[in-house]
């Protein structure tokens, strides 16, 4: 293993040792009660997280597994749903919406920026069974006010279903105070953990909606999940990634003993950090200062990101992230969500402006 490699990525995202040495140990029998006893706890800690009362799902897959397993299990064929897309990601939960033959009405925003609410308002209608959103644009760094437009959508009869995979455990999020219905996030971001596994929670609304909804689903089945995860000795239908669900249960607790406020307050001080160096540097964001992400940073390159990218790995042990899709060599975009500190910072503002002076 390359132990010197720091991951500034916007996932995945360095693993703390204690982590690593928790999934070291030998397979515990998933139909045992000290497995059960274990993910007990775990679903405990997700729901601290989390912020909510809400049993959390635990499926073995990435992100993105959760975002479609959002769909398939809260929306019926020929529903229409309000999909906010502010980059790769939006786009993403949109295209999956399609492929299930949802009707999808897209409000579209520009590249680094978040959208305004008053564009919700004026956009959402009787019509639609849901309001789509990601909280987190990794894609661009941006946020989008999740709190906010929480507010509005306390009491309406849409689902608000967020993507929170690169903001949860980093950027403050409340589930419950928030009035969210499907919140959506994966071990390998802001959570310290590998990638592999993926987390769901749903409201009391969101359950009705369930019960409904008439697209087939099998393996990724809430109702199911939920039914064994609500016993007194909580298991997973099918055999779950054992290793990874004792790894992060470590990570989620070195996370319940910072405080997730602390943690959140980290992550906004460590961004602040990262964000002053690179203006001193002279350089410019992507993103404007409104929308500005506390866990990825991208930063407008001009056909470098690549080259850029390459030196600070190859010659600074840092690794980083280019742009995705149409911005792939125009930005580079840097995590500092999850396992970071000062020194992190220090160390890839000092490689940034090394590899910048090669140009
Ligand atoms: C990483 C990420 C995902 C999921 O991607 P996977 O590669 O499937 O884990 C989804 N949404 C956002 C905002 C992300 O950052």
């Known amino acids: 293993m390359n132990i ?30 000290e497995f ?4 007990k706890e775990f679903n405990e800690r997700l729901k601290y997280v989390f912020q909510t009362d809400n049993t ?21 064929k020929k529903d229409k749903v309000l999909i906010v897309s502010i980059g790769v990601f939006g786009d993403r939960f949109a295209d999956i919406a399609r492929i299930y033959d949802i009707e999808v009405d897209k409000l579209d925003v520009p590249w ?37 437009i929480g507010e509005f959508m306390k009491n309406k009869k849409q689902l608000y279903i967020v993507d929170a995979v690169s903001s949860l455990g980093a950027i403050e999020t409340k589930m419950d105070d928030w009035n969210i219905d499907v919140l959506v996030s994966g071990s390998q971001k802001a959570l310290m953990s590998p990638p592999g596994l993926s987390f769901i ?26 039914d064994r995860m609500d016993k007194e000795l909580p298991q997973t239908p099918y055999t779950p990634a054992v290793s990874l669900i ?19 307050k980290r992550h906004e001080r460590l961004a602040c950090m990262f964000r002053e160096g690179v203006k001193n540097m002279g350089l410019e964001f992507f993103v404007d200062e409104k929308y500005q992400s506390n866990t990825v940073t991208s930063i407008k390159m001009k056909n470098k990101a690549v080259d850029i990218k390459t030196i600070m790995e190859e ?22 969500m999850g396992c970071v500190d000062e020194e992190m910072i220090e160390k890839t503002l000092h490689a940034l402006e090394e590899a910048i002076k090669k140009f």
């Open 56 to 76: 959390v799902l635990t499926f073995p897959s990435s992100g993105t597994g959760g975002l479609e397993a959002s769909i398939v299990n809260m929306l019926s």
């Open 246 to 264: 004792v790894g992060t249960n470590e990570a989620l607790k070195m996370i319940q003993k910072e405080g997730i406020d602390n943690v959140c």
């Open 112 to 148: 680094g920026k978040g959208v305004e609410i008053k564009d919700i308002k004026s956009r959402l209608t009787d019509e639609h069974k849901a309001l789509i959103i990601t909280h987190n644009e990794t894609s661009t760094g941006a946020n989008n006010d999740i709190k906010k």
């Open 201 to 226: 929670a749903v409201s009391k609304k969101g359950w009705k909606y369930n019960q409904k909804s008439n697209i087939p689903k099998y393996y990724f089945d809430f109702k199911k999940a939920k």
């Open 4 to 33: 010197d490699k720091i991951l500034m990525t916007p996932g995945p995202t360095n693993v703390p040792k204690r982590v690593l040495n928790k999934m070291a140990q030998n397979m515990i029998h998933h139909r045992t009660d």
């Open 315 to 336: 010659e600074f042990n840092i690794v980083i992230a280019a742009g995705q899709g149409k911005l792939k060599n125009e930005i580079i975009r840097i995590g500092h």
């Open 36 to 39: 059960a006893n274990i993910f």
